[in-house]
């Protein structure tokens, strides 16, 4: 076969040498895409159960690393011993093969590792991230072998070495910013996780086969298209159940930027992404107390100097609006003003319609990340919520100087800030330096520990204030007779609850703000010390 297919090629015009090296680069070329392809996916994989914390991703990176550079050793000294096409391409078939099965082989792990995540069993969390990395162990290492090899292939002439050296790391690289794109743009929002493993290997499986076919005739490529086709049986077969099996899920879905679930449990339904540890968003037909961080948000205007009438707050913007519980109670309490909801995740959105009843008319939801989406905005707002902070998950650039300094710039005259922070029973650090580094931007700054959950609100005042002007305005609601109950309750929780207001010299600013060392050591220091079954028990938003 590979006589006929020279002697064809060469009626056309073209050498079989040249077609044989043209196609050595095409193979290192979706070779690079698909490692990196494969490196995204697996964050994907492993971020629907283990959360994508900096400390999940720079484990899934240098895992990969050590596994290519395993490759790039073994692969050298094994093309240097069997330098042929037909070998390379039968490696190129194992990886891709291995690649896409890991996945598949995965699922039951992670399944397994959901109901862990949600017991906080911290040694089935473990042994199953470990398995699961351990997976893709053999598959990159394999893949890693392929440049080496095209080297050792492609170089006829040692003067030509370097040059030849050069390209194909070159198109090798090509290929991975490709890689690095159409997973998170195109495939996984548009197929899955497993499915995006599944396209790409096959797509070298392809390209592996075809090598094959090339290089040793059309019964080596046969011999190798078992694998292909058993991926996409297994592919059809072990894909039609639901990532997580969680008790109550009527949706799941992955987005560009999230996995996504919805629960529903007592008549509520509750919106959690990723590892599921925190919960983003409520909804109930006809409740709307849902004694978390949302209804906090309804008090911010009340730090205003009394009298402070409730007809005075005239719009809103929140930064994370997740599924719009924020947005649907303050409508509820505050009449149709008009609300800006800022949310990364345009899926989240469509969720929180469909699920959430977020359809409010006064509601404009913006597909727009918080900060850019103030930035751009012509408004003036009465309260400014910022609702997008949960550790270990802290948009560093949402909580410095420089962001608050865009905030206030939108606030209204008699404006207010409120931020949810997520904390730890025993370390307030988080607080304490957002509260020191509000302190620079606004006069007045009040803290308040939300009851039974690990969540604390900060309110700061665009005028200088004093918490007795809080306290008036409380009492002045109670002698009214048109105030929604829901206000009443969070007014008086924050005055059950505040705290001192932190005097810290930490100030987080666009050129150092090293939230994620405080995050990371918050959840490893609370795990490590014994804070699981408190853990358990707190609401979790």
Known sequence: MPGLLSFIISESGIQYPTLMKRYLYLTVFFAGMSTLALEFSASRL????????????????????IYLTVGYFAGGAWADRDPRPATMYHILAWGAFLAGLAPLVARPVLRFAAGAFDQLQIGVLFGSFTAVLILFSIPVTLLGMISPFAIRLAIRDPNEAGRVSGRIYAISTLGSFIGTFLPVLVFIPLVGTTWTFII???????????????HLGWGAALRLAWMFILLLVLGGLLTQRPIKDTPGQIYEGESAYNYIEVLEQDGFRLLRLNEGQGVH???????????????????????????????RMKSMAIIGLAAGTVARQTSEVYGLIPIDGFEIDPQIIEVGREYFGMEMPNLNAIAQDGRVGLEHSKRQYTVIGVDAYRPPYIPWHLTTVEFFELVRAHLSDDGVLAVNVGRSPDDRRLIDGLAGTIQQVFPSVYVMDVPDSFNSMIYATVRPTRIEDFYQNLLDLY?????????????????????????SQVIYTDDRAPIEWITNSMVLNYVLHGGIDELTKGSGQ
Request: aromatic share 12%; proline share 10%; glycine share 6%.
């Open 479 to 503: 002698s009214r007779q048109d105030v929604h109950p829901l206000l009443l309750r969070a007014l008086e929780r924050v005055v059950a609850n505040l705290q001192p207001t932190p005097q």
């Open 46 to 65: 492993l971020g629907s159960v283990f959360g994508t914390s900096n400390l999940v991703w720079a484990s899934i990176i240098g895992l990969i690393l």
């Open 281 to 311: 968003s409520m909804w109930h037909p006809t409740e709307l107390d849902y004694h978390g961080p949302w209804e906090q948000f309804l008090a911010a205007p009340f730090f205003n100097p009394a009298p402070f009438d409730p007809s």
């Open 200 to 214: 790409f290997s096959e797509l070298l499986l392809l390209v592996a086969l075809i090598g094959a076919w090339m």
